[in-house]
Nanobody, 120 residues
Framework: QVQLVESGGGLVQSGGSLRLSCAASGISFNFFIMAWYRQAPGKQREFVAKITSGGRTDYADYADSVKGRFTISRDDAKSTVYLEMSALKPEDTAVYYC???????????WGQGTQVTVSS
């Protein structure tokens, strides 16, 4: 059974930082592209960041809205992906979801989400 379990969300003041974690089980983690998405109230789910596993080198990509403020990383030995968020803004308030995508299976898995609230 595949499980993606996010943690680390919470309430933070504008300008603050948070670190989200997503622990995966039931998948061959190193074969998956890991990503973070978010969904604010009344809005569609949007891409935040993704990271591939290129063996010795990981490749990351970010939404323009978070570039320079968020950093995605992965620890394949722990089957965990992280999202370090800094300089948080009220518009970063959303439920953050972890996603695992595999080209081999042509599909993906989602976590249950973790709430991030940034107060002004």
């Amino acid at each position: 059974q595949v499980q993606l379990v996010e943690s680390g969300g919470g309430l933070v003041q504008s300008g603050g930082s948070l670190r989200l974690s997503c622990a995966a089980s039931g998948i061959s983690f190193n074969f998956f592209i890991m990503a973070w998405y978010r969904q604010a109230p009344g809005k569609q789910r949007e891409f935040v960041a993704k990271i591939t596993s290129g063996g010795r080198t990981d490749y990351a990509d970010y939404a323009d809205s978070v570039k320079g403020r968020f950093t995605i990383s992965r620890d394949d030995a722990k089957s965990t992906v992280y999202l370090e968020m800094s300089a948080l803004k009220p518009e970063d308030t959303a439920v953050y979801y972890c996603n695992a995508y595999s080209v081999l299976i042509g599909g993906s898995f989602w976590g249950q989400g973790t709430q991030v609230t940034v107060s002004s």
